[in-house]
Nanobody, 129 residues
Framework: EVQLVESGGGLAQAGGSLRLSCAVS????????IVWFRQAPGKLQPEEVA?????????QYADSKKGRFTISSDNAQNTVFLLMTSLKPEDTAVYYC?????????????????????WGKGTLVTVSS
């Protein structure tokens, strides 16, 4: 059974940093991508933050997330991290990690929410001004 468990959320001050973790288990191969999403209060849909391929480590960021967010993985620990810096109050959201294995025509993983097969329960990040 595939499981994704997020941790590391909490209260942070604007300008500070947080590192979220996503513990991944249950996969029998590396043919998937792990994606961080966030869903802000009042928003109906989660938005993509960053995506990393478990097979080759390639990374994609949502355009608006480049620069302050860094996704990385520790394959030995089966954990994917999201480092968030220069936090802003608008970063307040529930952060989810998800996994998907659908590929586009060029062989890249789809990293949008609709393509995800598994989701964690999320971790709340609250950024105070």
């Amino acid at each position: 059974e595939v499981q994704l468990v997020e941790s590391g959320g909490g209260l942070a001050q604007a300008g500070g940093s947080l590192r979220l973790s996503c513990a991944v288990s249950g996969f029998t191969n590396d043919d998937h991508a792990i994606v961080w999403f966030r869903q802000a209060p009042g928003k109906l849909q989660p938005e993509e933050v960053a995506c990393i391929s478990s097979s080759d480590g390639s990374i994609q960021y949502a355009d608006s997330k480049k620069g302050r967010f860094t996704i990385s993985s520790d394959n030995a620990q089966n954990t994917v991290f999201l480092l968030m810096t220069s936090l802003k109050p608008e970063d307040t959201a529930v952060y989810y990690c998800a996994a998907g294995s659908s590929l586009d025509y060029s062989g890249e993983y789809y990293c949008n929410a609709a393509a995800m097969d598994y989701w964690g329960k999320g971790t709340l990040v609250t950024v105070s001004s």
